[in-house]
């Protein structure tokens, strides 16, 4: 065995930099039944340091991460090899469709083309990469992904800063993506809508990311409404959001109302997002389900909401049951949802980067 196959086997884990807390996760992966984590942990920060995507403190973070690592960790972090989360809130996303073909070179050139025709901003100022979503004799589909590269050298020296070695980013929904294939056998097209604390990226996957697209708003943005609209603190709107939600209380319509401006934008979007699907798939199954992932994803009475507007079956994943945690004690219910995005991390495995 040489020493590249050696370095290719190593272990990584993920690290996802949120709003204003830092996940990580180590898991390993013997097969799609067993993956075992070794070790997890959270921690907030100053939300300060980050603006527009953007860690414009790492320091901060640096600081977060080092006492998570002193005295955060539930089992052991093994590595320092590790891949990031980029919020997919940043990142531009479009899907293509070309000709056949054939030579790499070719479609990569069509693609930076076709980007800097639709993507608004410089293309020189972004790093930007594809997925094959379908491709035969009558041409090939793809995904395209940009991202500032502002916001991911920001990442990196953050990364750098802590002693890191940072092998792979890739969006937030793409990780969530990720778990979510790892730990359902239903393999019919599906909606994902990952809730974060400010944004709610979606997306359709049909055995691959389809299309994806990101609405504002999320838990922390739930909760401000309910604060404002039932005039009680933040700690207390959270309180409520996550005791009562859209689900039956005295409070019922008052909070259906004051959550209705960010739930019918995620309604209006979902709905495009079907409508593209639909005129563009090449089989004849239809979407089947919405499933939710995320810190907002647990609130009561959103699946029923969302249900009753798309007229789709939509519950919430539960990745858990396909990860196993041995002898660590695992996160509770409440804290299982923000550990979505660094789990789907922690499943890439090394050999995928470099295949």
Request: glycine share 6%.
């Amino acid at each position: 065995m040489n020493d590249t196959k050696l370095y290719y086997d190593k272990p990584i884990f993920g690290i996802d930099i949120g709003f204003n807390s830092i996940k990580v996760m180590q898991i390993a992966v013997h097969n799609k039944s067993h993956a075992q984590v070794t070790g997890y942990g959270s921690t907030d920060f100053d939300k300060s340091a980050m603006k527009d995507g953007s860690i414009i403190d790492p320091e901060k973070i640096a600081k977060s991460m080092y006492d998570l690592f002193d005295s955060g960790i539930v089992g052991d972090i093994t590595t320092r090899r590790v891949a990031v989360a980029i919020p997919a809130s940043k990142t531009f996303n479009r899907t293509m469709q070309f000709p056949k073909i054939d030579k790499k070179s070719e479609l990569d050139e069509a693609v930076r083309y076709e980007a800097e025709q639709y993507i608004p901003a410089p293309i020189d100022e972004l790093y930007l990469d594809y997925s094959v979503v379908t491709k035969n004799d009558k041409g090939v589909e793809i995904l395209a992904t940009a991202v500032p590269q502002k916001i991911v050298m920001s990442y990196v020296d953050t990364i750098h800063l802590l002693g890191l070695e940072p092998i792979a980013m890739e969006t937030t929904i793409s990780s969530s993506g990720r778990l979510f294939l790892h730990s359902e056998q239903n393999d019919s097209p599906t909606i994902l809508i990952d809730f974060g604390s400010v944004s709610s990226d979606i997306t359709i996957f049909d055995k691959t990311m389809v299309v994806t697209g990101t609405v504002t708003g999320g838990g922390d943005n739930f909760s401000d409404l309910i604060s404002k609209k039932l005039n009680v603190t933040h700690a207390e709107a959270q309180v409520i959001k996550t005791k009562y939600g859209l689900g039956v209380s005295k409070k019922q319509a008052e909070i259906i109302d004051a959550l209705k401006p960010i739930l019918d934008q995620l309604v209006k979007e979902i709905k495009r997002m079907i409508r593209y699907y639909e005129e563009r798939k090449t089989s004849e199954e239809s979407i089947g389900q919405i499933v939710t992932l995320g810190g907002g994803a647990n609130m009561p009475g959103l699946s029923e909401y969302l249900t009753d507007a798309l007229r789709l079956p939509v519950r919430m994943c539960d990745p858990w049951q396909s990860l196993r945690f041995g002898k660590l004690q695992p996160p509770n219910t409440a804290e299982k949802s923000m550990y979505i995005t660094v789990a789907g991390l922690a499943l890439l495995e090394p050999q995928e980067l470099f295949a």
